[in-house]
């Protein structure tokens, strides 16, 4: 019987006439939990029946459905111990060519071990990896497969560290890059690259909502960089979607790192960028950070970020681009809010919008419909929000005529013909058709 055929005590399924654990046979198992002590059985009962090619080849070379050699899986699992004692076992069996070939294989998904071991964040493995690199491997290849090689997604190591990994293991990295590569790549492939879609490393860092390692990237930053190259780079690049690091905090709801880009943006950038890039700009939906804040239901962000509009913004400007612009898909933020949103944001968002006059309130917010014909009034009861479309008929019946809630509001009709309550029913809202009914009666609501 095959060694890949014997019946160990793990959970696994037969398929293709060979025990498998993850897609991969029980040595990938064994390598990828870090089972120490079954691998070095596998591996005696390995040196017993088969021959050193197959060894190679079934072994340190055979891969997962992934593509993954016990390498891998070893680097990813991130038990130090059972990586050395691949190594050890890889040293003696292979030729310096082959040794390189595996410390360079790359899985399904473009990535060597360094990569993989960089997503765990495991400073040790690392070290224990670039050390074998700087044996085996040249300058070259150390620059270019491992500190600046990349992924199917355009990812490098750095990326993957900033994106899943520690701070201790990024700062390795760091100091590996500064010894290692030209102040041109440093800038230009690590502090500036960007991966598939377009992020930097600091906008990786600004997502992940890592405060610790968000401040050291942007010391780095201001070490190697610029300020053109900051300000174009970091503070406004933007990714595939259009949004900047101001952005993405905002969606995300990170208040800290957020007031730490804002008090980086005050000391880098004029008023009229900070009013027209930061505060005031668009991603490709049309959203400023503010809209974007409301819409996820980050009230704190979408409360300091309008602190700061009034800081540094007219009236007119916090009027015509924040309360009453509109996204790509024509909505305001309190239509966007009534869909997406809270109670609690929407309340917020008409405090700020008494500011306004009366005929604005009514015929650009209350009254306003988006690209589908769609109200406030709508998108509540689309969305089944009984809440909020209390609030909003309650809001009605304060700034509008009976009139024109009839005919602007209940009786508006949207791109299918249908005014809310009708809506309401074939969307399977029955509480929202119900208070629909009630309103119209005249009745006391709940």
Not at 38 to 49: C, F, G, I, M, R
């Amino acid at each position: 019987m095959g060694l890949e055929e014997r019946d160990y005590t793990f959970s696994a399924e037969r398929r293709h006439g060979k025990w498998l654990y993850e897609a991969g046979t029980v040595w990938h198992a064994a390598a990828h939990v870090g089972n120490l002590e079954v691998l070095e059985k596998l591996w005696e009962w390995a040196k017993e029946k088969l021959t050193t090619e197959e060894i190679k080849e079934r072994l340190l070379f055979g891969t997962d459905e992934r593509r993954r050699t016990v390498w891998h899986l070893t680097s990813f699992g991130g038990n130090l111990e059972t990586l050395l004692k691949v190594w050890e076992w890889a040293v003696k069996e292979l030729t310096t060519e082959e040794i390189n070939k595996l410390l360079l294989a790359t899985d399904t998904e473009g990535r060597t071990a360094w990569q993989l071991a960089a997503m765990r964040g495991k400073s040790k493995i690392l070290q224990k990896l670039w050390e074998w690199a700087n044996e085996k491997l040249t300058a070259e290849e150390i620059n270019n497969k491992l500190l600046l090689g990349t992924d199917n997604k355009g990812r490098a190591a750095w990326h993957c560290e900033t994106m899943f990994g520690s701070l201790e293991s990024l700062q390795k990295i760091w100091e590996w890059a500064k010894k290692n590569l030209t102040t041109e790549e440093i800038n230009n492939k690590l502090l500036s690259g960007t991966e598939n879609v377009s992020r930097t490393f600091w906008h990786v860092a600004a997502q992940q909502g890592n405060l610790e390692m968000f401040k050291k990237v942007w010391e780095w930053a201001q070490e190697k960089l610029t300020t053109e190259e900051i300000n174009s780079k970091l503070l406004f690049g933007t990714d595939y979607e259009g949004r900047t690091v101001w952005h993405m905090v905002a969606e995300d709801g990170n208040l800290k790192i957020l007031q730490e880009v804002w008090e980086w943006a005050k000391e880098k950038l004029t008023t009229e960028e900070i009013n027209n890039k930061l505060l005031l700009a668009t991603d490709n939906k049309g959203m400023t950070s503010w809209h974007s804040a409301a819409y996820n239901g980050k009230l704190d962000i979408m409360l300091q970020v309008w602190e700061w509009a009034e800081e540094k913004l007219t009236t007119e400007e916090i009027k015509n681009k924040l309360l009453l612009a509109t996204d790509n898909e024509g909505m305001t933020v309190l239509q966007g809010s009534a869909r997406w949103g809270t109670l609690e944001i929407l309340q917020k968002i008409w405090e700020c919008a008494n500011k306004l006059k009366t005929e604005e309130i009514n015929n650009k917010l209350l009254l306003a419909k988006d690209n589908k014909g769609m109200t406030a009034c709508h998108w509540a009861a689309y969305m089944g929000k009984l809440d909020i479309l209390k609030q909003v008929s309650e809001w009605a019946e304060k700034k509008l005529t009976t009139e024109e809630i009839n005919n602007k509001l209940l009786s508006a009709k949207d791109y299918e013909g249908m005014p809310a309550s009708q809506a309401a029913a074939r969307w399977g809202k029955p509480d929202v058709f119900r208070y629909f009914r009630m309103y119209r009666n005249g009745l006391k609501r709940n």
